[in-house]
């Protein structure tokens, strides 16, 4: 049974820094590509990030560009998004998810695993 869970989301002040983490289980997710999205409430899930099979590729949105950083780790199945310099809109419910395709997506429909989320705050 395919698992995601992701930790290291709480409450932080504008301009600081948080690292989530997304650790899969189940199966091997060396040949998938995992993104980030995130929620926050009254509003659609949108992309975050993303990064392929190798980690030699990764996709921003405009918004976090810059700012975050996805990374993974095959050996341990882990994928992460660092996120520095945080502003109040960054508040939301991060969810990690795993694509069954080593190429990257924006598209929330195109990923076929996905974690229970992790909340994010961040204060003004």
């Known amino acids: 049974q395919v698992q995601l869970v992701e930790s290291g989301g709480g409450l932080v002040q504008t301009g600081s820094s948080l690292r989530v983490s997304c650790a899969a289980s189940?199966?091997?997710?060396?040949?998938?590509?995992m993104g980030w999205f995130r929620q926050a409430p009254g509003k659609e899930r949108e992309f975050v990030a993303a990064?392929?099979?190798?980690?030699?590729?990764?996709d921003y949105a405009d918004s976090v560009k810059g700012r975050f950083t996805i990374s993974r780790d095959n050996a341990k199945n882990t994928v992460y998004l660092q996120m520095n310099s945080l502003k109040p809109g960054d508040t939301a419910v991060y969810y990690c998810?795993?694509?069954?395709?080593?190429?990257?997506?924006?598209?929330?429909?195109?990923?076929?695993?996905w974690g229970q989320g992790t909340q994010v705050t961040v204060s003004s």
């Open positions: 998810a795993v694509r069954l395709s080593p190429v990257t997506s924006v598209r929330t429909v195109a990923y076929d695993y």
């Open positions: 990064i392929n099979w190798s980690g030699g590729i990764t």
């Open positions: 189940g199966r091997t997710f060396s040949s998938c590509a």
